[in-house]
């Protein structure tokens, strides 16, 4: 889709493909609060992750659990939130189904106040 942000990564020189395997990607941004958060999104453009394949969603696990890998010996986090928001009433802001991968930090401002906050 032409103008989505996640289809069309290159239209956002911040944004840069960390790991990746065949049906998705894990992007990063620079943060000044959550440092290494990040988003697994689909290759193809899938609204909400109702829409994902059966091939997305394990590409999806599998690529969460190398993520993890990457988080904690890249920056050491001492926890996670792992999310998805669906539909503008539940957050989405972005059109494209994207898994949030947060890691938490125990020195850092919204420490301990779980995924809302």
């Known amino acids: 889709m032409k103008n989505c942000?996640?289809?069309?990564?290159?239209?956002?020189?911040?944004?840069?493909?960390?790991?990746?395997?065949?049906?998705?990607?894990?992007?990063?941004?620079?943060?000044?609060?959550?440092?290494?958060?990040?988003?697994?999104v689909p290759k193809e453009h899938r609204e909400t992750v109702f829409d994902l394949s059966e091939n997305e969603w394990k590409a999806t696990y599998?690529?969460?659990?190398?993520?993890?890998?990457?988080?904690?010996?890249?920056?050491?986090?001492?926890?996670?939130?792992i999310g998805w928001n669906v539909g503008k009433v539940g957050g989405q802001e972005i059109f494209h189904a994207h898994l949030n991968v947060i890691p938490r930090y125990e020195d850092e401002p919204m420490s301990g106040k779980g995924i809302r906050h």
């Open 62 to 81: 599998e690529l969460l659990q190398e993520v993890k890998l990457y988080l904690d010996s890249t920056y050491k986090p001492q926890g996670y939130n």
């Open 5 to 40: 942000l996640f289809c069309s990564i290159e239209n956002d020189s911040e944004q840069i493909i960390i790991l990746s395997n065949q049906y998705c990607m894990f992007l990063q941004k620079p943060q000044e609060v959550l440092i290494g958060s990040g988003v697994i």
